[in-house]
């Protein structure tokens, strides 16, 4: 896990979920360094020290994988307050969750929500959907714009 | 000239007098400044029940002869005729048999040429009918528990009372006519002028109606449904109002009850989906992980419990994620259309058949173009899980025949889904349709017993029925009805 390797940020608080994501992504077999924020209040204080300083580069995550039922600061919380930041208002953010409420799916895509998408009970599915997102939104996707931007200016 | 007129005055007056002795509805008859009777027509014949010949020479004392002094009654009306021009009263009189009735009655003084009273001209009414109607309408209005009737003037000030208003708001009657109806108003609304605003809306509309907070006599408030009328009387005029108040407080403590209990369930529910479902990801999830881990080093008896765990907990996962959309049937919206059942059953089949191609034995009828109107989606899981019952339950059926069709039962249209194959026990027809209720064992027929309860939930919302038929081995029928009146919902909006 190399410091240039593309960061995912998985927000999520239960230890099972972050072990099943974390070998889902070992087992994707993309560049990744994952950093794991167990509440909202992690996750935002996390955001903001990779939106960079005057002295530091930004380091922002090329995919934030958020769960909605968090402690403290909930997920469509810390959704629409990354949004409101400049720095990490085009951070792509998926939810990933175990809800399939029709309002929690609204309420996200409202808010300004990449995808949403809803954590599949078997593995095989598990594995192959964290598969996707990492091919989409880190292989795929260029290093987020604004991140690019304050690094060449 | 001057012979005829006379001639004429006498025949007019002739004529006139035969016209005023001949009409029935109305008693016309003269009497003298004292009040004795000096003529008498048909009519008063038969209101009072008198012959000319009996009451003429007589006081009409005779008729006030319940009152306590008949005598002085007499004289204040017939003075007050002569102060006035005319008296005209309302009240009740005696007939001849002793019976009473109700008249209306004017007096006018009748003059000779100098200006001198010669006697009074009287013309009374028989209303007792009208009276009677009045005092029973008015009777069972006082009598109107349940309902707070009253009226109000044109400016809002109460005019009567009836036992309902007394029970509901407080007041006796004594108490509260001659006051403003605003006192029955919370500050708030007395603020905002709510009361008056009522008042002129149902002038402009005819009527006003809504439900609200309003305070009784003690302070307290109760939540009431108001029904205001304006009152208009024959020449148009705005008389005042009726004011129909109902208390619905229990009714709104229910409704805020079933809110309360329904917000829980809809908490508890979304719990459901999060939480149950996360143990499961991680027993299936790990147990797969540990397969891969272990590979060469299990023993294949160590791998069949860990593909049953895996298989118990998608299992779970999938019984999770029936239950939720059941309970989430009852909150959605029913979105009307019209909808070819017959097409949706002949699409369902097909997908049952692409499925479970070794059973192309199945022989499905379906009688085409039937046409309802309800929620496509929702239609679409009650006929799949109809289709996928009779498919299931004729596995074990030689020639297991599956039809959809139309009757009539009552005039009504009635779909029915039958099969030919296990059938059930009519003694358990109701248990079908409970959650979790199966009436065969999973060996026997897999399926967690949520698609009937799921169809019938569906079947409810749409106002209609569904009722099982059947006997073991004999096959079973489903049949329901579909009411949504999506067309009369469209009119009323």
Redesign the interface.
Known sequence: MSQGQPIVLLIDD?P??Q??AK?ALEKSQIPHRLMVARDGAEALAFMRSASGSATTAPQLPHLVLLD??LPKVNGLEVLELLRAENETSIVPIVVF?????ERDLERSYELGANAYIR??????E?KDTVADMGRFWILRNQSPPTAAGRMTS | MNRSKPVQDNLEQQDFRKLVDAIPDYAIFMIDRDGKIFSWNQGASRIYGYDGSEVIGQNIALFYRDEESPEKKVKAELDEAEAKGRYQEEGWRTRKDGSRFWTNALITPLKDESGQIQGFGKITRDLTERKVAEERYRDLVDSVKDYGIFMLDKNGFVQSWNSGASRIKGYRADEIIGQHFSRFYTQVDIDRDHPSAELESAIETGRYEEEGWRVRKDGTRFWANVIITPVINAGGELIGFSKVTRNLTERKIAEEELKRAYDELEAFSYSVSHDLRAPLRSMAGFSEILEELLDEKLDPRSRDYLSRIRSSARKMSQLIDDLLNLSRLSRASLNVDKVNLSEVATKVTEEIRRSDPERANIQVEIQPNLWVEGDPNLLRIVMENLLNNAWKYTSKTEKPVISFGRTQKSGEDVFFVRDNGAGFDMRFAEKLFGAFQRLHSVDEFPGNGIGLATVRRIIHRHGGEITANGKPNEGATFSFTLRPSPTAEKDRK
Request: negative net charge; aromatic residues 10%; without cysteine.
């Open positions: 239960d099972n979920d072990e099943l070998i909605l039922k969750t175990s809800s399939n409420e954590k599949p009970n078997d593995f095989k598990y």
